[in-house]
C-alpha cells in the first residue's frame, strides 16, 4: 500500500509493562511526526523528526517516551513502564517536507489495564 | 510561537443548513494553514490547505475556507451540510518560511441533525 501503516492496531498491556508501537511511513516521505489522541482530547504532539535533524522531542509528556526512527524510514514509539493514563490512539504522518500536508496513518490504540 | 484556537468543540447542524467551523491562528510570520477531518473510527484525512496561492481554498466534499489575515481566521464552510459531515474537525497551522511542526487545534465535532 502506499499509505502510512501502523502496527499493532490495537494493543492491550498491563501497567508497568513496555510497548513499542511501530510506524511504517510513505516511501519518500522526509518528515515524520508522532501523536497522541486521548478520548475526548484533540492531537497533542509527541515528537517529530525531520530528515537527518535532531528530533523535536518537545512534545514527549515524559522521560518514559522515546522514539527512533531508522534509516530515515521505519519509526519505533517506545513506552517504558506503562500506566493507564498512557490509554490513547497513538497516530503516526508523514509528509515530504516539514511544510507540506501530513499523511496519518491509522493508528495504535493501546490501553493500559 | 504559533497557535490555533477552534471555536466550539461540538457543532450540531440540520441536514441541508449551512456549516461554519471556526478557527482562529497566532503566528509572528506568515502560516500555511489546514483542515482536517476525522470520521468515526478512522485516522485523519486532509480537507483543504492553504499556502498564500489564494485566499478561498477549496477541497474536498463541498468544504472550503477563507484566509482572512485582518481577522487571522481561517474558518470552514460548506453551504448545505450532508449526514456523512458528522466528524470531527481539526484545524492547523504551521510556517511556511522554517521548518516546523504542525500545531492542531482542539477539534470540533460536528454533528448532524435529520
Known amino acids: 500500500g502506499a499509505g502510512v501503516s501502523q502496527s499493532p492496531s490495537n494493543k492491550v498491556t498491563e501497567k508497568g509493562k513496555d510497548v513499542e508501537l511501530r510506524c511504517d511511513p510513505i516511501s519518500g516521505h522526509t518528515a515524520l511526526y508522532w501523536y497522541r489522541q486521548s478520548l475526548g482530547q484533540g492531537l497533542e504532539f509527541l515528537i517529530y523528526f525531520q530528515g537527518n535533524s535532531a528530533p523535536d522531542k518537545s512534545g514527549l509528556p515524559s522521560d518514559r517516551f522515546s522514539a527512533e526512527r531508522t534509516g530515515g524510514s521505519v519509526s519505533t514509539l517506545t513506552i517504558q513502564r506503562t500506566q493507564q493514563e498512557d490509554s490513547a490512539v497513538y ?19 493501546l490501553t493500559v489495564l | 510561537a504559533q497557535s490555533v484556537t477552534q471555536l466550539g468543540s461540538h457543532v450540531s447542524v440540520s441536514e441541508g443548513a449551512l456549516v461554519l467551523l471556526r478557527c482562529n491562528y497566532s503566528s509572528s510570520v506568515p502560516p500555511y494553514l489546514f483542515w482536517y477531518v476525522q470520521y468515526p473510527n478512522q485516522g485523519l484525512q486532509l ?45 492547523a497551522v ?13 477539534g470540533t465535532r460536528l454533528s448532524i441533525r435529520p
Open chain 2, 47 to 91: 480537507l483543504l490547505k492553504y499556502t498564500s496561492a489564494a485566499t478561498l481554498v477549496k477541497g474536498i466534499n463541498g468544504f472550503e475556507a477563507e484566509f482572512k489575515k485582518s481577522e487571522t481566521s481561517f474558518h470552514l464552510t460548506k453551504p448545505s451540510a450532508h449526514m456523512s459531515d458528522a466528524a470531527e474537525y481539526f484545524c
Open chain 1, 91 to 109: 497516530l503516526c504522518a508523514s509528509s515530504l517536507g516539514a511544510n507540506n500536508e501530513q499523511f496519518f496513518g491509522p493508528g495504535t490504540r
Open chain 2, 94 to 106: 504551521t510556517q511556511y518560511s522554517s521548518a516546523s511542526k504542525i500545531i492542531f487545534g482542539s
